[in-house]
Nanobody, 120 residues
Framework: QVQLTESGGGLVQAGESLRLSCAASGPSGSYAMGWFRQAPGKEREFVSAINWSSTLTYYADSVQGRFTLSRDNAKNTGYLQMNNLKPEDTAVYYC??????????????WGQGTQVTISS
């Protein structure tokens, strides 16, 4: 049974930083990790993804240059460092895993989500 647990969300002011973590338990073999977010009244959108070896990372244009995704495979944990946060980053953030980067857009497993709220 694969489980993903996000943590690190909270309420901060615009311009501040947060680091989200995603701990995976139960996966076997390698996997790509992705982060997505869903704001109230909007569809869930892609934020970032990283492959198993950390040699490939992708970011949505809206977060490029402000967010950094990394992972520690020994700990089965991914980290989304979010800097210079803006009110429009307010959303529930979800991590997800997929067998590879080609399938990260349609992940096999999802976390429960963590709320990120940015005040102006």
């Amino acid at each position: 049974q694969v489980q993903l647990t996000e943590s690190g969300g909270g309420l901060v002011q615009a311009g501040e930083s947060l680091r989200l973590s995603c701990a995976a338990s139960g996966p076997s073999g390698s996997y790509a990790m992705g982060w997505f977010r869903q704001a109230p009244g909007k569809e869930r959108e892609f934020v970032s993804a990283i492959n198993w070896s950390s040699t490939l990372t992708y970011y949505a244009d809206s977060v490029q240059g402000r967010f950094t995704l990394s992972r520690d495979n020994a700990k089965n944990t991914g980290y989304l460092q979010m800097n210079n946060l803006k009110p429009e980053d307010t959303a529930v953030y979800y991590c997800a895993i997929a067998p590879n980067m080609a399938s990260v857009g349609d992940p096999d497993y999802w976390g429960q989500g963590t709320q990120v709220t940015i005040s102006s």
